[in-house]
Structure formats: structure tokens, C-alpha cells
């Protein structure tokens, strides 16, 4: 992908996002790959009254026709509101393509190849393989890890040496003033309201995972309470230990990243009794800290 079918990707992202009912926590698009953290409750949309329903519908759509139902936003206000012989099947319809990663994922795709085809000219499939996806603990360590994870892709590619620097992520689109990955950054932190203290707190976070020699650029010198302190040369931190320069798979490999108490509850709870509990992973600290060294757990197939 180049830049122009990065940001086509990122407005479908978000647009199918709005109509899928989840949150983008944030997401990194590569030439070859990408990465989106999302956050979804399906009861959300199970519980989504009418005006809901065509909120999301409009988010998709806008004042187009969707093809399937052969109806605009404002034809399926009607609809509903009528509420008529076919209003229940549109609801269960539309419903049944919300609150779901393997629906959204394969409309996002779809979306893509349609538009790049067009733009293109091409014809055919886009996408070489399938997505795979990996739950997470939510508002955890867990969750900020993988988050620090996805948003340092470019750094690691080596095409920016700062990851505020790269327009086409979560935290790049953030740096650059974008509200709705601003509201993904401070999810992450645990808060629903983004401020400039999250904004250094989530910057502080990546330096500090990206291993000796990294800074942070001059004035951005606060840290995560609990994060190693490292050194300090000038205004600038120099973080501590391996970092996440390099690949981890477990952050796109594994079925569960969290706690080990959570991940063994989460398996029980679903039936997954044959689960292979993989090692502690190494990389969940920058300073192989004994607290969060355990906080991630990996759980793949026997």
C-alpha cells in the first residue's frame, strides 16, 4: 500500500468501525501488513434501539444506497419507524454484521479491494492471506504492551525514528491533532477524555519499550508511574532493556495475551481444556521488572 491507499484504509477503518460497534484503540498500516487493536462489547448491539441502528447505518453509508437492502439512512428510518413486516428482518440483518471481528475484518478487506481495484484498474483479490486475531485483557498492562506494540511497527521498518512521526498509525494520527485516535490513545490509558498528560504518559510508554539508546524527543521527559526510570541525558530518557525492536510474535500469533490469572479463567470459561500454556513471554518489559514480567501469557494451539 502507498499513502493514498493508507488513508483509503484508514476511512474505511473507521467508518466500519462506527457501523460495527467497536472502538479503534489504535492501528499501524505497513506497505505489506497491518495491525488494528479494537475494543468491541457485543451487547452493545444487541442492545441498540432503533436510532442507533441508523446512526451506524449512516456512519457506513452516508446518504448512499446500500446495495443489499436496496435502502438509504433515510429510507430505513421509515422503515423502522413503520415498523412494518420487513423492518424485523433489516434490524436482524444489519445486526448480524455488528459487534463481530471476523465480519468487520472481512468488510474492511472487501471494502479495500473493492476501492483499490477501481483506483487501480486491477481485478481480483488483494489480500494474500487471511487476518488472525488474539484477545487481549482489557484495561491492563496487557492491553498497553500490545497497543506499544502496533504503534512502534515504523520505528522497528526503521522508516521514522519517532513513532509520533508516522502519519499513518494510531499514535502518528494523534500526534497530528486526528479526536478520534486521541480518544483511542486515552482508552488505552485507562480514561475516556484525551489531555496532553496522556498524550506524554502514552509517548513515555513507547520510548521506554524500545530498548537502549531510545529518547524521547526534548521535554517529553515524564514517565508512566511504575515504568523503569533509566537514565537521563539531558531532558531526554534513555530507556532500559531489550526493548521491542524487534518481531514478537506473540502479539500476533497467540489466541490470549493477559494475565495469567485472567488467561487460565478466560479458557476455563470457554471450554478450552486442551490449551497449551505457553512460557511467560519475555518481552512484556522493557526492564525485565519480576511485576510485569508475567503479566502476559500465550496460549496456542497444541
Known amino acids: 500500500m502507498d499513502e493514498e491507499a493508507m488513508e483509503a484504509m484508514r476511512h474505511i477503518m473507521r467508518s466500519q468501525a462506527a457501523f ?5 484503540l489504535t492501528y499501524c498500516f505497513m506497505a505489506n501488513h497491518f ?3 479494537v475494543r468491541l462489547d457485543p451487547k452493545e448491539t444487541e442492545d441498540l434501539d432503533d436510532a442507533g441502528l441508523v446512526a451506524r447505518f449512516r456512519a457506513l453509508y452516508g446518504g448512499t444506497r446500500c ?5 438509504d ?3 430505513l428510518e421509515v422503515i423502522l419507524k413503520k415498523n412494518g413486516s420487513s423492518a424485523e428482518g433489516i434490524r436482524r440483518r444489519l445486526k448480524a454484521r455488528m459487534g463481530d471481528v471476523s465480519v468487520f475484518m472481512r468488510e474492511v478487506k472487501t471494502r479495500f479491494t473493492l476501492w483499490y481495484n477501481r483506483k487501480r484498474g486491477t481485478v481480483g483479490t488483494f489480500w494474500a492471506e487471511r487476518f488472525r486475531s488474539v484477545i487481549v485483557e482489557a484495561d491492563t498492562a496487557a492491553q498497553r504492551m500490545v497497543a506499544a506494540y502496533i504503534d512502534l511497527n515504523p520505528v522497528r ?3 521514522v525514528e519517532d513513532a509520533g512521526d508516522y502519519g499513518f498509525s494510531g499514535f502518528g494520527e494523534a500526534c497530528a491533532g486526528g479526536s478520534a485516535a486521541r480518544r483511542g490513545i486515552a482508552r488505552i490509558e ?3 477524555t484525551w489531555t496532553t498528560k496522556w498524550h506524554k504518559r502514552y509517548r513515555a510508554r513507547l520510548c521506554s519499550r524500545m530498548g537502549p ?3 524521547l524527543r526534548r521535554g517529553d521527559d515524564q514517565r508512566p508511574p511504575g515504568e523503569a526510570e533509566g537514565e537521563k541525558t539531558g531532558s531526554a530518557i534513555v530507556a532500559e532493556g531489550s526493548g521491542y525492536l524487534s518481531k514478537i510474535r506473540a502479539f500476533s500469533e497467540s489466541w490470549v495475551v493477559g494475565s495469567v490469572a485472567w488467561v487460565e479463567s478466560f479458557c476455563a470459561a470457554n ?11 519475555r518481552l512484556v518489559t522493557p526492564d525485565g521488572s519480576a511485576e510485569l514480567a508475567t503479566v502476559a501469557t500465550v496460549v496456542k494451539r497444541n
Do not use: N, P, Q
Open 73 to 75: 439512512a433515510d429510507d
Open 213 to 215: 539508546g531510545a529518547r
Open 35 to 37: 495491525h488494528i487493536f
Open 20 to 24: 460495527a460497534g467497536m472502538e479503534v
Open 271 to 281: 471450554g478450552w481444556l486442551g490449551y497449551k500454556k505457553g512460557r511467560k513471554a
Open 190 to 192: 485507562g480514561k475516556t
Open 157 to 159: 521498518a526503521g522508516l
Open 67 to 71: 446495495a443489499s437492502l436496496g435502502v
